[in-house]
């Protein structure tokens, strides 16, 4: 059981140039969310999606688009990116409210 | 505004050396406390979620409790695969969009 994949694991990107995060979970779970995790910050909340074809802001959220076309995949998107979106990013997912995330293994985005 | 703070930032520890990590918090309206691992290069893994002050989660040498302001982790015992990163998040009325995370305590347990 794979749990939350997320891809690709490393990418380095030059300032301007746009990518796009894959997460997919195999556990049908219905709310997804993007979070970035800086050196001495907490998990931020960038978006959320509480069901296919939704999407919400959170904390964190300019700079930064997604979707959710289908309920196990989860898309983030940088436009442009900037050298202040070097960061590790997380894909979560959960089956229902208040119940525990589940994690991936995260991305690590580097912007120069 | 909604605040988690966890104490210390970094402990060390000798293998059977037993210690507690703080996390302290300020939210309305409490809904859930969780706490997480987190191992370099890998996402948080679950551990607990509390829910009322007074409530306790044990799971091998980890023992969680929760007061009204503060929630403690104890290691009892520990040996050197526990260090990693503990995480503590609260979560405000409304949903998981609701949830805030402390910075982490990070634990060596030397051998």
């Known amino acids: 059981n794979a749990g939350v994949t997320q891809t690709p694991k490393f990418r380095v990107l030059k300032t301007g140039q746009s990518m796009t995060l894959l997460c997919a979970q195999d556990?049908?779970?219905?709310?997804m969310y993007w979070y970035r995790q800086d050196p001495g910050m907490g998990l931020r909340l960038i978006h959320y999606?509480?069901?296919?074809?939704?999407?919400a802001k959170g904390e964190v959220p300019d700079g930064y688009n997604v979707s959710r076309l289908k309920k196990q995949n989860f898309l983030l998107g940088l436009e442009s990116a900037a050298p202040s979106q070097t960061s590790v990013y997380f894909c979560?997912?959960?089956?229902?409210?208040?119940?525990?995330?589940?994690f991936g293994n995260g991305t690590r985005l580097t912007v120069t | 505004e909604d605040q988690v703070t966890q104490s210390p930032e970094a402990l060390r520890l000798q293998e059977g050396e037993s210690s507690s990590l703080n996390c302290s918090y300020t939210?309305?309206?409490?809904?859930?406390l969780f706490w997480y691992r987190q191992d370099p290069g890998k996402g948080p893994e679950f551990l607990f979620t509390?829910?009322?002050a007074g409530e306790e989660k044990e799971k091998e040498r980890l023992k969680a409790t929760l007061t009204k302001k503060e929630s403690f982790l104890h290691i009892t015992a520990p040996k050197p695969e526990d260090s990693a990163t503990y995480l503590c998040?609260?979560?405000?009325?409304?949903?998981?969009?609701?949830?805030?995370f402390g910075k982490g305590t990070k634990l060596t347990v030397n051998p």
């Open positions: 979560a997912s959960q089956n229902q409210m208040r119940s525990p995330l589940h």
């Open positions: 509390l829910y009322s």
């Open positions: 999606s509480v069901g296919e074809g939704t999407t």
């Open positions: 998040a609260v979560q405000a009325p409304g949903g998981s969009e609701k949830l805030v």
């Open positions: 939210v309305s309206g409490l809904r859930g």
């Open positions: 556990m049908n779970h219905e709310y």
